[in-house]
């Protein structure tokens, strides 16, 4: 039985029966507008210049510059690296076989069908999760990967152009490349749902062992503008998918050469890098000693570290970093945890009615970026994180579904916090090396221990409403 989603249901008339309407698009998304694929939004900085055609290979031949006149240093907030694709949602009986050989035979079944005899919802999955939440929360972000030259390609510019992202491609001179067309098509990745919820993902570069992107070998000059003018650079394990590691060591190299700020979510894939390629190994071992914010699941934590404890794996990642400021552990229901050299701050997540996953974590970097750039004390950081992470749990779907900057806002005035203190009190009563354990509470408790210092989640809420409820009334934030 198809899926059948509340946010990506069609319902009006316009040229294509399977594309959504956007709700927050003023003109269906397909099919692309006649406009070119560079867009200048929010001050994003973005010099327009339109594609060059007739590679004959399916690829943009992306001629796209940030402008470097009149712009000020760090004029960006966040920039993503790779890993932009288009999900495609699609209700299934059963969910794909995990056997590799057997997974590619479905996947290429579902590719092989015509558009018109499968029910199927688009949506802008990956790194565009990230630089939507952020973007509605009021930062400035660019996104720096490859898309191709075919109608996924211009939904995803749509979809970034519409939330006011700007677009930096990485290919400089497509004119030498020479291969099968499909190499240059924007990824795909299908979301596959079956009748009891879950999901399961799959895309081509799955099935290949070398990057799906592996023919993009330096960064380019518009790539380096790109990292220099922004405060935060995010690259993710999914990253390894599209881009070969050494042109990953580059972006991170060159980040820290210009002075920005590294964040890295290896994700599931962390595992699989430990045990990857040297070059691979090499690249990972440099992301996590050079990064300045690292955000992980408290498995993904053990799988990198071997220590079960979330803290105390937090605690020896830091001990490996040469640049890294926060250790960010995601608890999924029960919340997160921050770490630094000198401190724990921890916040239980909130209740809320979850309706999909898909998407929160992303969410839930975004919000991280928003604290670092504000330089918002850490336990107010890891609030609204979880607020983000929650409001998007909220939706069906990610990309356009994530958090809204209303949404978030409701969710921290219900102030209705998941405390499972057995839970806490049993994780921190470990012998933990920091001067100070901050505990996020509905209310502050008397007689606190010397290490451990109850902050009222009231306090917090009353200090982070003001400065959000200031940006949606100034307009720069879509509500």
């Not at 210049?49 to 992306?62: I, L």
Request: charged share 20%; glycine share 8%; hydrophobic share 40%.
């Amino acid at each position: 039985m198809p899926l059948e989603s509340p946010v990506l249901s069609y319902h009006g008339p316009f040229p294509h029966p399977i594309l959504p309407r956007n709700p927050r698009l003023a003109y269906p998304v397909f099919p692309p507008s006649p406009r070119s694929v560079v867009f200048s939004c929010r001050g994003v900085g973005i010099q327009d210049s339109p594609p060059k055609h007739g590679s004959g290979n399916g690829v943009v031949q992306q001629d796209w510059k940030l402008r470097s006149a009149g712009v000020k240093d760090k004029d960006m907030d966040v920039a993503t690296l790779g890993n932009l694709c288009v999900d495609i949602v699609l209700g299934v009986p059963k969910l794909p076989p995990k056997n590799p050989h057997d997974r590619k035979a479905f996947m290429d079944r579902l590719s092989a069908s015509p558009p018109e005899k499968v029910r199927q919802y688009w949506e802008a999955g990956g790194n565009c999760n990230i630089a939507i939440a952020a973007a509605r929360l009021g930062l400035r972000c660019v996104a720096i990967g490859h898309v191709g030259n075919e109608i996924y390609g211009q939904f995803l510019l749509d979809v970034l152009c519409d939330e006011g992202i700007g677009m930096v491609g990485m290919s400089e001179d497509t004119n030498v490349l020479d291969g099968p067309s499909a190499l240059y098509e924007t990824l795909l990745c299908w979301v596959l749902v079956d009748p009891l919820q879950r999901h399961g993902f799959c895309s081509r570069a799955d099935f290949s062992k070398e990057p799906a992107f592996s023919w993009l070998r330096g960064l380019s000059k518009e790539v380096k503008m790109a990292i220099k003018k922004s405060k935060i650079l995010f690259c993710n394990g999914y990253g390894f998918d599209e881009l070969s590691p050494n042109l990953i060591n580059s972006a991170l190299d060159y980040a820290v050469e210009v002075g920005t700020s590294v964040f890295f979510d290896p994700g599931p894939r962390g595992k699989s890098l430990c045990n990857g390629t040297p070059e691979e190994q090499r690249a990972l071992s440099q992301l996590l000693r050079m990064s300045d914010v690292l955000l992980l699941t408290s498995d993904e934590a053990e799988a990198l570290t071997g220590i079960k404890h979330p803290i105390l794996a937090g605690q020896e990642l830091l001990k490996k970093g040469l640049h890294t400021k926060w250790v960010i552990v995601k608890m999924g229901s029960r919340g997160s945890i921050l770490i630094t050299m000198s401190n724990i701050s921890c916040a239980p997540a909130f209740k809320v009615n979850v309706i999909d996953t898909v998407g929160c974590g992303d969410s839930f970097v975004a919000a991280i970026a928003f604290g670092f750039i504000h330089n918002m004390p850490m336990v107010s950081s890891l609030v609204v994180a979880n607020a983000v992470g929650a409001a998007t749990a909220m939706g069906c779907g990610a990309g356009r579904s994530v958090a809204t900057l209303e949404k978030v806002i409701e969710i921290l005035k219900m102030a209705n916090l998941n405390e499972d203190d057995k839970f806490w009190n049993e994780l921190l009563a470990e012998n933990l090396s920091a001067q100070e354990i901050t505990f996020l509470s509905k209310f502050v408790i008397n007689g606190n221990k010397k290490q451990l210092k109850h902050i009222a989640l009231q306090k917090v809420v009353s200090e982070l409403l003001p400065k959000l409820e200031s940006s949606r009334a100034e307009g720069k934030v879509r509500s």
